[in-house]
């Protein structure tokens, strides 16, 4: 009865067109005006909405009832989507009908990456927000502070406030709570943004309570720093071990990532009340957009589809299913209240099949993924958005049109995405190829189709942002979120996931152990890492070659009396810009001798990576062509049997294949400070030097090259030293477990097939230990408990 006077109600109270004047009068005002310190009203309605407005803007209140309601119009009336009484749905629906087809292309638009943010606007966002409607925002810069995104935001807002209709943005950020990170969000152990396990990490704990938690304190910190979506959670099945972006998924188990979704978007998407009881959407809600539909994790040979080396999505064991299981039971299937991620991003690559899986083009522009898979069978009306440059032409900007890169125009990208089922267009600021492409449509369709085309989409769009109250109040309180964001309670929560994420791989005599009472800090040696030149001529990004030490100094010198290698820059060797850089052979080891002096080696090391980048060809050069991606740091040549010959996909004939090719893995010497090291310990006469790897894992590696030589492994994934050092001396006992397989050889990952999860046979150590899925130690040995029996069962293939 109570469900049925709720709807009735609402009909009732949407009707619209009341107007202030002839409302006013019959009832008492229910509401209070405050002015903030950061230059904005507040509203405060009697159990009722709070309001947030710019006096700059323009807006005027209207008074409905005694309620106060914001006239964002300006038309001296109560509009459905003014009114907060009403649903998301209706208010959508209502403004939808009263925007032009230019407004709509602008809601259309999803920034390219703000990398620089103020206090102050540009003239660029100025122009974006003004002239092309823009109301999506990609907050890229994760070097400003919480003071500096917080006003950022409410200068934004106020800007977009002015525009008709007063629509907010919606900004959104890519994920930034991963410990091992650059910027002030991330920098030590205290201070800024809670820091986090990467996706990987958090799965690798096998709990989604910890996956809930963090969904709640990412939503509850983004809404204070101003962000309304998360570009997030990444839920690509790494069903391939070479993949450059293994790190940022939940795994290649397709359970555990489809129990990891739904934790993560129910616990971010979800308001809960104090008691934590589920209330829906609401102002501390965070828009999820979970990606990339349809997975994106089975690129050829473990290639990455930012490049156009990646561009094919291939299924040699006819796999395609398991890969939509994180995406369909999981952010799909929600048990909060509510239901669906409310967004997605489709991936960029090219499912490569014989039709089954639709035309040979990128996902956003494919028919089969996106309407007839999403929307169609799986009954999806949420927003779905295009991963970043779909729609760009290439040689003139960074594009990733797979499969419509020539002979086709800019608008004719638009316009195809657009029939295909896409709501949004990332990276784009210019509306023009937008309303070109709805040209294009109305010759084909006629103008109502095209209409009612663009108005779902609006639709979509706007109920995201009325579902979380951006209409109502889309400013923060600057002191607010400098006083909360990151504060003690949730730094503890993410510290702590980081301490249960840690992997123990390894732990010969125990060497790691309970350490009941404090002693001495013991005196390591921790050798030195080197790097090459890294650039990143996508984003303008460069870093000379150097020589560091692979630990933060001052957070190791609270556990450790630290002792490392003596570097010498040779002046003679530059970077592009003149200035002095450092080459392998500008280091002096410490000395054997003084190693024997230390009580244990600790080399703290990045699995294997090879050259290049997700936007410059990872897998690929401008010399060798195709290279294999290896997981081992020795010299890897590809010319076994397991190697393909002619590559599965290709154009025209064209065959990818890099048999016979040589990787190159820019940091190869880490092994060298492994081997140096333990050869040190291990040649001590008088006593015992245990040696102690802590691996900063993207990626699965092989470990035959050093495993036999140390004595303890600790496998880590975006996590703080911290929290290394405390598994280390002995305060806090591992329990994580392996969310991936780890190989027995190179080999074995050339066998593997890219859609197939838990295909490999997995390395076995020196002590008997097999290195598979759910695998880890603890002070008492091998890891036995509810999680394994639950996660370590035959994998699903089927949604």
């Known amino acids: 009865m109570k469900k ?84 998301p749905e209706e208010r959508a629906r209502d403004l939808a009908e009263q925007l032009s087809i230019d407004q709509i292309s602008g809601l259309m638009l999803y920034s390219a990456h703000q990398f620089k943010i103020s206090p102050e606007i540009t003239d660029d966002q100025e122009k974006f927000l003004r002239v092309d409607g823009i109301r999506s925002v990609l907050n890229a810069d994760d070097s ?67 996956a809930k938690q963090f969904g709640k304190v990412y939503a509850k910190e983004y809404r204070m720093l101003g962000i309304g ?100 039971d999981g952010g799909l299937n929600l048990a909060s209240k509510t239901k669906k991620s409310s967004a997605i991003m489709s991936s960029y690559s090219i499912a490569w099949s014989d039709g089954a899986l639709g035309e040979k083009v990128g996902s956003a522009f494919s028919y089969f993924k996106i309407t007839q898979l999403l929307r169609d069978k799986y009954g999806y009306d949420g927003v779905i958005c295009t991963d970043w440059g779909v729609t760009k032409t290439p040689a003139k900007s960074f594009s990733t049109a797979w499969g419509l890169e020539d002979g086709y125009t800019e608008a004719e990208r638009h316009y195809k995405a657009l029939i295909a089922g896409v709501d949004q267009f990332g990276g784009n600021n210019d509306k023009i190829p937008v309303l070109d492409a709805y040209q294009i449509g109305v010759k084909e369709h006629g103008e109502a189709f095209m209409q009612n085309r663009f108005k779902t989409s609006a639709v979509r769009l706007l109920r995201n942002m009325f579902q979380i109250g951006l209409f109502e109040n889309p400013y923060v309180n600057v002191a607010e979120a400098v006083k909360t964001v990151g504060n003690p309670t949730d730094m503890a929560a993410g510290y702590q996931a980081q301490l249960k994420s840690i992997v123990m791989l390894k732990n010969a005599n125990g060497i790691i152990h309970q350490q009941k009472t404090t002693t001495q800090k013991p005196t390591v040696y921790i050798p030195m890492i080197y790097r090459p030149v890294i650039e990143n001529k996508v984003f303008g990004k460069y870093d000379p070659a150097s020589w560091r030490l692979p630990v933060n100094l001052e957070v190791a010198q609270q556990y450790f009396n630290v002792v490392t290698d003596m570097v010498h820059p040779t002046l003679s060797a530059e970077d592009k810009n003149g200035k002095p850089m450092a080459t392998l052979a500008d280091i002096t080891r410490l000395s054997k001798e003084d190693i024997q002096k230390c009580d244990y080696v600790l080399a703290v090391i990045d699995n294997p990576t090879t050259e290049g980048n997700l936007f410059d060809g990872y897998g690929w050069n401008q010399q060798d062509g195709y290279i294999p991606v290896s997981l081992q740091y020795g010299k890897y040549t590809a010319d076994s049997a397991a190697v393909r010959e002619v590559s599965i996909a290709g154009n025209k004939g064209e065959n990818r294949s890099y048999y016979g090719k040589t990787a190159k893995i820019i940091n190869a010497s880490d092994l060298d400070g492994i081997i140096y090291g333990s050869t040190a310990a291990k040649s001590a006469t008088d006593k015992k030097i245990p040696v102690i790897t802590v691996i900063r894992a993207n990626n699965p590696m092989v470990f035959s090259e050093f495993e036999n030589k140390v004595d303890a492994i600790l496998m880590g994934f975006g996590i703080s030293d911290q929290a290394y050092f405390d598994v280390i001396s002995g305060k806090a006992q591992p329990s994580g477990l392996l969310p991936m397989q780890m190989p027995l050889n190179m080999n074995e990952v050339e066998k593997q097939y890219e859609d197939v999860p838990r295909d490999m046979q997995c390395y076995i150590d020196s002590d008997g230990h097999t290195y598979d899925f759910a695998y880890g130690l603890n002070w008492n040995g091998v890891i036995k408990d509810s999680r394994t029996k639950k996660y370590n069962v035959p994998v699903l293939t089927q949604p």
Request: charged share 20%; hydrophobic share 35%; glycine share 12%.
């Open 4 to 87: 049925i006077f709720a709807v009735s109600l609402a009909a009732a109270i949407c009707v619209g067109g009341m107007t202030q004047s002839n409302a006013a009068g019959h009832t008492d005002k229910k509401w209070a005006e405050t002015t903030t310190s950061d230059g904005y009203n507040v509203v405060v309605n009697q159990k009722g909405a709070v309001l947030g407005y710019s006096p700059k803007s323009g807006v005027k209140l209207l008074t409905v009832d005694g309620l106060a309601f914001k006239d964002l119009n300006r038309n001296g009336k109560l509009d459905i989507f003014e009114d907060w009484r009403c649903t």
């Open 144 to 210: 400003a502070g919480t003071e500096t995104t917080t006003k950022w935001n409410n200068a934004m807002q106020s800007y977009a406030e002015m525009q008709p209709f007063g629509i907010p943005i919606n900004t959104s950020s890519d994920p930034r709570s991963a410990a091992r990170a650059d910027g002030i969000y991330v920098k030590g152990t205290t201070g800024g943004i809670s820091r986090w396990p990467s996706n990987l990490g958090i799965a690798a704990t096998f709990d989604a309570g910890i």
């Open 229 to 328: 979506t998360g570009l997030s959670p990444q839920v690509d099945l790494a069903t391939d071990p070479r993949w450059a972006r293994d790190f940022g998924t939940f795994g290649e188990d397709p359970a555990l990532s489809r129990d990891m979704t739904k934790a993560t978007i129910e616990g971010l998407q979800s308001t809960y009340d104090k008691k934590g009881r589920d209330l829906g959407w609401g102002n501390q809600s965070l828009n999820a957009m979970m990606k990339h539909w349809p997975g994106d994790g089975v690129g050829e040979s473990g290639r990455e589809a930012h490049s156009q080396t990646g561009k094919y999505a291939v299924y040699p064991g006819e796999n395609f299913q398991a890969q939509l299981i994180p995406f369909v």
